[in-house]
């Protein structure tokens, strides 16, 4: 959504704003009326973060960014920065502050590089985060047809090949099991939306599988690839 443009032209304000709505939640982003954004707010749940990041020749602006969230909003402001460096694959300039969200906290302190052992991040994991511990492959491949339907009515047939997998996890201090058994799927071609674009779609993913369908073991893992087939959207 946009704010009116017309009015936006009768009072001179050289900006407009662009409402979206994100995967886990909304986006409100400040552009320039003929060019690119200047600064925005994410709503929703992020975890804590503070942090500048100055450019670095792949942005075709030299701005720096500002980025400070509360937990489940972020504000986000960019302001003319002169010097920049090369890119060197990453997407991204020289960044210092801090991330924190669930289980970890990311400190940076510097430009990331595309060569091992050149990390500019440290990653500190909180005494409660889960550690993986067991997975184990349960299943022999089963092959089965699969049908998604687009937003477009489009009909997209596919051939998924499946297998059960189980996972553990325990708290790194405490005395806490995660276990989880799910169905591995993987496609014989693209699915979804995104499918033949540029952006590319789904080829695998991974479903879990509910109680019913743990207790058959001779179908559990088709009937969880069928209730996938009807709840899930790629």
Known sequence: MMINSGLLKQIG????????????????????????????????????????EFPSDWREEKRAWVR??????????????????PDD??????????????EYLWIKYGKEHARVGTSKCITITMPWAWKHRKHVIE???????????????????RTATIQVETRLWTRYWLPWRLFRRSIVVQFNKEVGERAGSWK???IGCGYDMNALEQAMPQYGALECLRRMERERRF
């Open 13 to 52: 304000w050289p900006w407009r704003l662009l409402f979206e709505k994100e995967r886990h939640g909304y986006l409100i982003r400040l552009m320039r009326r003929y060019g690119s954004e200047m600064a925005y707010i994410a709503i929703g749940l992020r975890g804590l973060e503070c942090e500048i």
């Open 68 to 85: 400070i969230s509360l937990g489940v909003v972020l504000f986000a402001f960019s302001f003319p920065w002169s010097k920049v460096v």
């Open 89 to 102: 694959g990453q997407c991204s300039g020289p960044t210092y502050g801090f991330q924190f969200f669930e």
């Open 139 to 157: 299943t022999e491949p089963e092959i089965h047809p699969y049908r998604y339907i687009l937003k477009n009515g489009t009909v997209q047939e």
């Open 200 to 202: 590319g779609g789904v």
